[in-house]
């Protein structure tokens, strides 16, 4: 006897929200929130646009919603790991950080263009985000430059802000084929940040002293 077709499954809530956040990151970094429609994200997602507009309302609010778990993802990749205090290695440290930015890129491309995007639509998304990490990595670093004899004061944050500028800029370069290894970008990373700074200090330590 052959089976009756019935109504398609209903998705289970979260499973439901997943998948939609997922297309919305998606859709709206590629096409940002004025272009975006409703309709894209239901297509993406494989789901109606009944269902998205019944999970979290309109676009906007979508929007807003996908921005601030993005923040949130961010945050659990980039900025918890910074806070291991297992690795008192400065060079270490610092390596595994830039690596796990390059991780998240690799693995969430769609993240850092969606906050981009909130940008674009005058949420200050990115910078909270910066300010957010920048508080923990200036944390996380205070007592590794010190046992380099870095007395960092305010260094940390003129530090910090370096590091994220030059990471953005490298992990979202396009490059012609074949593109440079990551993991010699992250070696030279570490090197330029960590390296310059320390010779900084042995060279002309008054310009780390002006930062305190």
Not at 48 to 73: I, P, S, W
Not at 91 to 97: E, K, L
Not at 177 to 199: Q, Y
Request: charged share 25%.
């Amino acid at each position: 006897m052959s089976r009756r077709v019935g109504r398609p499954r209903k998705l289970p809530v979260d499973e439901q929200r997943a998948l939609i956040l997922g297309a919305a990151r998606k859709v709206f970094a590629e096409s940002g929130l004025q272009a975006a429609t409703v309709e894209q994200i239901a297509s993406a997602a494989g789901l109606t646009r009944q269902a998205v507009y019944e999970t979290y309302g309109g676009k906007k609010e979508l929007f807003a919603e996908a921005v601030k778990a993005t923040e949130e993802l961010v945050h659990a990749k980039v900025g918890k790991p910074a806070l291991d205090a297992s690795e008192p290695k400065l060079r270490v440290w610092a390596r595994a950080n830039y690596a796990a930015m390059f991780a998240f890129v690799a693995e969430h491309p769609d993240a850092l263009p969606l906050l981009m995007q909130a940008e674009r639509a005058g949420d200050p998304a990115m910078n909270r985000v910066r300010a957010r990490l920048a508080t923990i990595y200036a944390e996380a670093s205070r007592a590794r430059w010190a046992a380099q004899g870095v007395e960092s004061g305010r260094t940390d944050k003129a530090l910090v802000a370096m590091y994220f500028a030059m990471t953005e800029a490298l992990v979202g370069m396009s490059w012609d084929d074949p593109a440079p290894d990551p993991e010699a970008l992250i070696d030279l990373l570490t090197e330029f940040t960590v390296g310059g700074v320390l010779r900084l200090q042995g060279h002309a330590p008054e310009i780390i002293a002006k930062l305190r």
